[in-house]
């Protein structure tokens, strides 16, 4: 399934340069990634948060749901509390790759390195 996220404030980019993977990381290889971080009352979250739920029942069944709730199931979106005060009130959501992503400007134009 593909699913456009909507755009959002982005934290701790590294789109550059490959980052090599954190302590107790199950990802060995090192990969460019960024956090986008929403409002958690962001109503242009809902078919993401649907999407979210879809796949998880379609792999656990009419329980995926509650699983998701209980934390039982760990969700791509994520709370921002107890993790940065300035995240507090918000949903964060981390996107990571082995290819080196595009980076453009507000005019489409690409951007090397910053």
């Keep these: 399934m593909q699913i456009i996220v909507p755009t959002g404030e982005v934290a701790y ?3 550059f340069k490959p980052q090599p993977p954190m302590a107790g990381s199950t990802n060995k290889d090192p990969s460019y990634q960024l956090v986008i971080v929403y409002d958690e ?5 809902d078919k993401l ?8 029942t379609a792999k656990f069944g009419a329980k995926a749901k509650k699983m998701l709730e209980a934390g039982q199931l760990k969700s791509p979106l994520r709370k921002g509390e107890g993790r940065a005060d300035w995240l507090e009130g918000k949903l964060t959501m981390t996107a990571r790759t ?9 005019d489409l134009d690409d951007i090397e390195n910053l």
Excluded: T, W
């Excluded at 009352?41 to 979250?45: E, I, M």
């Excluded at 948060?49 to 998880?56: F, H, L, N, Q």
């Design 49 to 56: 948060k649907k999407a979210i739920e879809d796949v998880a």
């Design 13 to 15: 980019p590294f789109v």
């Design 98 to 106: 082995s290819e080196k992503p595009e980076v453009v400007d507000r």
């Design 41 to 45: 009352d962001d109503k242009r979250l």
